[in-house]
């Protein structure tokens, strides 16, 4: 069993590092687990290294066995597949997905060790967590068979979230966004695309992840009377202004928050966490959403590239490799 790990920190606003730490031994209820592949999360992950997480959202921004305090250093991350090693024998062996930062080899709940599903390939398995927040997304918004839907903001969580709007019956979806290069990757989805000077109209829903102020603009004039719009971006300390003159009012807009923390109101009875995670993993049997997956680095080069990674608009799921 091995006492020493490699683990991912930030020191310090864009200052990443590799650090080795003791690896303690696993309890009742705990598994050890050795990471194959983890995922780099563009938007949280650039909020977090730039110390842009709020004072006021500190503890609520946290992430699932994080280690550290905001802003610094923080051990912070959320996507990682792995194999059980250590702790429970019954499930030696085991491929698995954690929400658990970078690192090597670490301790975690059983339970939060959810098993991928047949089909699903370890590699793929790294968007889960983004999966998770794109169906949450979907439930949070509501959508029917039939209804027309936008997607502002072709990231990862807004491909995510078109992918599966437009697997709703009858449903007419566009992914929006101002970078053609997502032309490409939304067209092998299945989705149609446009850029914003061709915006669709009188929209049943629209759902907002560009993060930008002009993003929620372009959300509100595609939207038809009455629809409902869905705001899955995530600001941390930036300020945004909201036009809500002229057609907001007129027609009659519903502006929600969707935020993965809570699971919605209509599926909170019957679906913990743990569930829902599944769910999502389960989802990404698909070999299309290989095209969300925009590169690889080895888990030893990853301080070197990260700030990089998180800089270029053209990154979407930046897959490690552990080595």
Avoid at 127 to 147: H, K, R, S
């Amino acid at each position: 069993m091995r006492t020493v790990c490699r683990a991912f920190w930030l020191s310090g606003p864009g200052e990443p590092a590799i650090f080795e730490t003791p690896l303690g031994e696993p309890g009742d209820g705990e598994v050890v687990v050795e990471a194959r592949f983890g995922a780099v999360s563009r938007g949280t992950e650039t909020v977090v290294a730039k110390g842009r997480v709020p004072e006021s959202e500190y503890e609520r921004m946290r992430a699932p066995l994080q280690e550290g305090d905001f802003p610094f250093p923080v051990k912070y991350g959320y996507a990682t597949v792995g194999r059980i090693v250590g702790g429970a024998p019954s499930r030696n062996g085991e491929e698995v997905f954690v929400l658990h930062p970078h690192q090597d080899v670490f301790v975690a709940p059983e339970a939060m060790a959810i098993p991928l599903p047949k089909g699903v390939a370890p590699e793929r398995a790294v968007l889960g967590a983004n999966m998770e927040t794109a169906l949450n997304a979907v439930w949070d918004a509501g959508i029917q068979p039939g209804d027309r839907v936008a997607v502002i903001g072709g990231g990862v969580v807004g491909l995510l979230t078109a992918y599966l709007a437009a697997r709703i019956p009858a449903s007419n979806v566009t992914l929006v966004d101002i970078n053609e290069a997502r032309r490409g990757v939304a067209e092998r989805l299945g989705l149609h695309f446009a850029g914003p000077d061709s915006l669709p109209e009188d929209c049943d829903v629209v759902i907002h992840a560009s993060a930008s102020q002009d993003g929620l603009t372009s959300a509100i004039r595609a939207a038809g009377f009455e629809a409902r719009i869905v705001e899955l971006s995530w600001y941390g300390e930036r300020p945004v202004t909201i036009s809500l003159g002229g057609a907001f009012h007129s027609r009659r807009l519903t502006l929600v928050s969707s935020q993965v923390g809570e699971v919605p109101q209509s599926h909170r009875a019957r679906w913990p966490h743990a569930r829902r995670l599944a769910a999502a993993l389960a989802l990404l049997a698909d070999d299309r959403l290989e095209a969300i997956i925009s590169g690889e680095t080895a888990f030893s080069a990853l301080p070197e590239a990260y700030m990089g990674l998180l800089a270029d608009p053209d990154t979407l799921c930046h897959r490690i490799r552990y080595d």
